[in-house]
């Protein structure tokens, strides 16, 4: 694991406020535009404790990594791999990677996130480790998209765009690797 801070006391971290204010401020937006009227936008309390429980989720799996290193490039990398694994339950859940919400192509996704997650885990969220759980969510991101043009029946826009979703997988195991 990285090196401990002086103190076994938490790192400090500067972008916390904005951090929690940006979710809040996220989870708000939909209700102004409903109370706007703005045509398109009808959510149900439902959809705004979903949302809530998310955005809390994402902000929480942050600290963690904040608190785990220092390292700027260590942070930017876990807050990456955070905000990809978001939007992929967020795509998911709203519309779908994959034809639509309903369709059970995108349970592959959960496989995606399954990986990232248990790569972590297995590496104590140690950088090299890391590196490699990204490394393998990038590729298991690909792989998925691989099956469904193999499943057939999926515009090509919507394949380009989930396979670009592996580039910030990518990203992060790029941004592991350099950290300390």
């Known amino acids: 694991m990285p090196a401990a801070h002086a103190a076994g006391r ?3 971290n500067p972008l916390r406020p904005w ?3 940006g979710a809040a ?8 535009a409903m109370w706007l009227d703005a045509p398109g936008v009808h959510w149900t309390a ?28 260590y942070r930017a990398a876990f807050g990456l791999a955070v905000l990809t694994g978001f939007l992929t339950v967020w795509a998911n859940l709203a519309v779908g990677m994959l034809g639509n919400e309903g369709n059970p192509a995108n349970l592959m996704f959960a496989g995606v996130l399954a990986v990232a997650a248990v790569g972590a885990l297995l590496a104590r969220f ?6 490699k759980a990204m490394l393998a969510a ?10 469904a043009v193999a499943l057939g029946g ?22 592991f690797g350099r950290a300390r």
Do not use: K
Not at 138 to 147: D, T
Not at 154 to 173: D, H, I, Q, S
């Open 10 to 12: 938490p790192r400090p």
């Open 19 to 21: 951090l929690w204010f």
């Open 25 to 32: 401020c996220l989870l708000t937006l939909p209700a102004i």
């Open 46 to 73: 439902s959809d705004f404790v979903i949302m809530g429980f998310l955005l809390a989720t994402a902000c929480g799996l942050y600290e963690l990594g904040a608190r785990i290193s220092g390292d700027t490039a």
């Open 126 to 131: 140690r950088t090299a480790g890391m590196a």
């Open 138 to 147: 990038g590729v298991a991101q690909l792989a998925a998209v691989a099956i």
């Open 154 to 175: 999926f515009e090509a826009r919507e394949l380009v765009l989930t396979g670009c979703f592996a580039l910030p997988w990518f990203v992060a195991a790029v941004l």
